[in-house]
């Protein structure tokens, strides 16, 4: 069973929420906040696996909670899902810095959003395309990103799958679309991370934008 906490300012959004992680055999809604300084609070409380975090909140707001929720021991272990309506690309940029493992729109569909909850809470990171493009836009020239030359180290079948990791796949989905185990997808992934050196999705989004996967 997956765990979730809500945070949101909006009482009716989160009974919306509730009413949908409710509907959902494999989830529980925890707790619910109002304020970012609720949600870390109760975060450290309940321990949820999954915390569903909006951004504009009174007083600390959904990225600054994030960052206290992950820099925190007693809370590090959940994992943070921000949904706004506000996908601008510096929320984006923020929200990952401060350690958010995805980034949605909340006019995601609803099957969708369940799904992402799963993606997180099964330990892999998540962003709408979206939040991909706003990350491209800001950190393209970033010096650390992997360069193009590095991709020549990957198989045909890695290529395809980093082609899929920047169209904002899951490694489910992946699986889905190769007709391949979920965890032949994620090692797939694990392998194009260590051979172009990156530290994370996003880096892969980023050299496979400068490659012209996408």
Known sequence: MIRVLLADDQTLVRGAFALLVGSADDMEVVAEAGTGDEAVRLTKDVRPDVVLMDIRMPGTDGIEATRQIVADEASSGSRVLILTTFETDTNVLRGLRAGACGFLPKDTRPDALLDAIRTVAAGDSLLSPGATRAVITRVLSRPDVPSPERLASLTEREREVLGLV???R?????????????????THVARILAKLGARDRVHLVIAAYEAGLT
């Open 166 to 168: 920047a169209a904002g």
């Open 170 to 186: 899951s490694n489910q989905e992946i699986a889905d679309e190769l007709v391949v185990s979920p965890l032949t997808a994620k």
